[in-house]
């Protein structure tokens, strides 16, 4: 009794769940102790172990009384031990120095302690554990594209990165702190924001270099309501980043731009302004997790349904974010597909008030990437407009229940926080206020009798082509572009568009207007 029994051949891969040699193979590394610990990759020198399911066992000397398993963890560095498989057992897991324990299944009924030099991986994208204390000199890893929820209590002493893409949710009280990577593919802008608690300008300023600007300004601004313009940091400029506060940044060269510092567990609270005459804000998710924007994410928790439908703190239904490959704002409603917003990503509201913007922790998921997912299949056509450099896009949907006026909800205005030099747009089909629509929703039928104003912004000069992408539209229904100015109309198809140099500079409606016709 109390002595190690190890490598032994026929018994040392059994599940330890009472049901005697039922799965008996060869594991090499794996140890059980009369005192209940179950060690695995003690003699791990190089490559991975897999040792399969581990659920609790027998006491000592007993055929029938279950006692629960511990479980530790050894290695060297370069190895892996991985759970692949729902482990059941109910005592503690310590990763030992040296050790990597790499995570793809859910550990819901052990704490794990990771000591000094060990490390912990996440490797799939929905584990959840009970708990999890990180100690000074140990560390955790949440991969790319990865996420972990940790059910009940997190404590960190020691290193916590998770990468861009990667979702942590923490049901429990957090201490310590982490890093969130966000990866910037380009040095074009971007809005980000950063989902941590505590983080500095100082910090950021010196672990990143930002492209440079005139005088001393560097690729690092914060948006300005009261006059719609952006104020650059410069290298020398100090203070937090509070939470949910959104930030323009440009790097020197494409890569991460990185936030360290704790969780936050609790609902945020964003203080909102209207002394802009929009009242546009720059906003960001403060999570370390994706949050849901729309209806179309999550029907009851989401941002527009929480701040606009359940509490008239917006000025419309409409949030907007920066396309750094189109060069122009894209903007999200309820009639949009779903969108759920990554970690470290910023974006715009326009309030009607001194109000507060809530995102609150039910909002929270996992999620592969921000990108959409679409909706149910339904009549659509998106207008785009290029000059050869830059595009810009307006979208019609046609959903039962929406009318030919504004819908709050199910039709955007276009960003107005900037200047638009180059926009396409549409205004409603009626009553609509003179709102220039990136989004505009409209009953589907009728279609013949609904012509749609469409408007252009773009300087003398230009030569722009615009196209349509039509989609379930009604068997013989062609969508054709009519120019007032030459008094034509064009086919908008797959292999047909609208190509025209500008005599001279367009800004609003009146020359272009879309028509739905099954003739020709």
């Known amino acids: 009794a109390g002595s190690n029994i190890s490598h032994f051949a026929l018994y040392l891969n059994d599940d330890w769940n009472g049901v005697e040699n039922d799965n008996i193979y060869w594991k090499q590394e794996t140890s059980h102790m009369a005192s209940d610990i179950v060690k695995i990759g003690e003699d791990l020198s190089s490559g991975d172990f897999n040792p399969g399911l581990i659920t609790n066992g027998l006491s000592s000397s007993s055929s029938t009384s279950e006692n629960t398993n511990n479980v530790e963890i050894y290695g060297s560095i370069g190895t892996n031990v991985i759970f692949d498989q729902e482990n059941t057992y109910t005592g503690t897991t310590v990763i030992k120095n040296g050790a990597t324990l790499q995570l793809s299944q859910n550990l819901t009924f052990s704490d794990i302690t990771v000591e000094s030099g060990g ?121 937090t980043i509070s939470s949910g506060t959104g930030y323009a940044v440009k790097l020197a060269s494409a ?56 509490n008239d703190y917006l000025t419309e239904a409409t949030l907007w974010f920066w396309n750094q490959s189109t060069n122009s704002y894209d903007q999200i409603n309820h009639a949009t597909s779903a969108r759920h917003i990554a970690p470290g990503q910023g974006f715009f509201v326009s309030s009607n008030g001194n109000n507060t913007l809530s995102i609150t922790e039910d909002m929270q998921s996992h999620q ?25 896009n307006a979208d019609i949907f046609y959903i039962e229940g929406t009318t030919t006026g504004w819908d ?34 409209l009953p589907p039928d009728n279609y013949e009798n609904m012509i749609i104003p469409v408007g252009i912004n773009a300087i003398s000069g230009t030569e722009i082509s615009i196209d349509a992408s039509i989609t379930n539209f009604p068997e013989g229904m062609n969508v054709y572009l009519e120019d007032k100015e030459d008094d034509s109309f ?16 367009l800004n609003g409606i009146g020359r272009f207007y879309l028509h739905t016709t099954a003739g020709s």
Do not use: C
């Not at 990108?371 to 830059?390: C, K, N, V, Y």
């Open 119 to 239: 490390s912990l991986k996440i490797n799939d994208n929905n584990v959840q554990i009970k708990s999890l204390n990180i100690s000074d000199g140990g560390s955790l890893v949440i991969e790319s594209g990865k996420a972990l929820t940790i059910l009940n209590n997190f404590s960190n002493s020691g290193t916590v990165t998770a990468q861009s893409g990667s979702s942590l949710i923490i049901n429990g009280n957090s201490s310590g702190d982490i890093t969130y990577n966000r990866t910037l593919s380009t040095t074009n802008w971007y809005l980000t924001s950063s989902p941590v608690v505590g983080e500095t300008i100082q910090d950021v300023i010196s672990n990143h270099d930002f492209a440079t600007g005139s005088g001393s300004n560097i690729g690092l601004a914060t948006y300005t309501t009261s006059d719609n313009t952006w104020d650059y940091l410069t290298s020398s400029s100090t203070g």
């Open 255 to 310: 890569g991460d731009i990185s936030f360290s510092g704790t969780m936050k567990v609790d609902d945020a609270s964003i203080a909102l302004t209207t002394s802009g005459s929009n009242g546009f804000n720059l906003v960001g998710n403060p999570y370390p997790s994706f949050i849901a924007a729309n209806n179309s994410a999550d029907g009851t928790n989401n941002i527009l349904k929480v701040n606009d439908t359940d």
């Open 368 to 392: 592969g990437t921000d990108t959409f997912q679409r909706p149910a299949s339904r009549p659509e056509i998106e207008l785009t407009m290029t000059d050869g450099s830059d595009t810009s």
């Open 408 to 441: 709050n909800g199910y039709d955007s205005s276009i960003f107005g926080g900037v200047a638009n030099d180059f926009a396409i747009y549409t205004h409603a089909v009626e009553n609509g206020a003179g709102r220039n629509l990136g989004i505009q929703s």
């Open 490 to 505: 064009t086919l908008l198809d797959g292999s047909a568009n609208f190509t025209t140099t500008l005599a001279s500079d």
